[in-house]
């Protein structure tokens, strides 16, 4: 994998999630697109799912909210795994590079809104763990999960692990703390995340092409790299996508 996967960077897909944060409301599956709407809808580009992934998802929407099951993290073949194989895969293509560069800025979009749009709310307590782990690594004081909702404008009833006195205890200590503020693409989450993610995430980056707020010049540049990658997620979908060894017993958010 290409190191700008593995620390904080920038790109335009970034640019375009920064700039709207405070424009007026653009609905809520269209928070990091700027706007557009002249572009026609016909002049852009979508991404073709195949049949096998709508099951998928369908699959994974029972597993997760119906039977309280949570992908495991780390999964068996992370995202970074999947799409450094993706890249072997491309080794003869004269747009080798390029692939690559564009390949880091979905990274650092999909570590953008992970949060946001591609978890279901059972995976609140785990993700905020994962994101614990890896505050540790830069010698940050953990998250509690109200100043996590807070900081991510999350509003879905998570609840802590921890006890009301150590929320508290640790909301004094981090608000002393000249770290409490960080730059969140500091945080890589292609390593932590695996193959439905991704299809989540490419789920969710379709519904930006379709929307009439879609700066064509910033999505639709990766639309047919996309397109490759889910061919590619398409054909080796039976070795990512295994229930039994992909699934475990959640803790309900």
């Not at 994998?1 to 609905?27: F, I, V, Y």
């Not at 650092?108 to 782990?133: S, T």
């Not at 969710?204 to 707020?213: E, G, I, R």
């Amino acid at each position: 994998p290409s190191n700008a996967r593995q620390g904080p960077s920038t790109s335009s897909l970034e640019g375009a999630a920064e700039t709207t944060k405070d424009e007026a409301d653009t609905g809520d599956d269209l928070l990091f697109a700027p706007y557009l709407a002249q572009v026609p809808k016909e002049k852009r580009n979508n991404l073709i799912f195949p049949v096998e992934f709508d099951r998928v998802l369908n699959v994974d929407y029972d597993l997760v909210n119906c039977q309280l099951k949570l992908p495991k993290t780390p999964p068996r073949y992370t995202i970074d795994d999947i799409l450094s194989k993706f890249v072997e895969s491309q080794s003869q293509n004269p747009d080798l590079e390029d692939i690559k560069d564009n390949i880091d800025d979905l990274v650092i979009f999909f570590n953008k809104v992970i949060n946001l749009r591609v978890l279901y709310q059972l995976e609140f307590v785990q993700h905020l763990a994962c994101l614990n782990k890896k505050r540790r690594l830069f010698g940050l004081f953990d998250l509690a999960a109200d100043d996590f909702l807070d900081q991510e404008e999350f509003n879905c009833g998570l609840e802590s692990p921890m006890s009301e006195e150590a929320k508290e205890e640790e909301k004094v200590e981090q608000a002393g703390s000249k770290n409490f503020k960080i730059d969140e693409d500091d945080f890589n989450f292609v390593d932590t995340y695996g193959f439905i993610h991704l299809v989540r995430f490419f789920y969710f980056y379709n519904s930006l092409l379709k929307s009439d707020t879609v700066a064509n010049g910033i999505y639709t540049k990766y639309a047919e790299l996309i397109n490759e990658i889910i061919k590619f997620l398409n054909v080796n979908v039976s070795k990512y996508f295994k229930i039994e060894e992909n699934y475990e017993i959640g803790t309900p958010a």
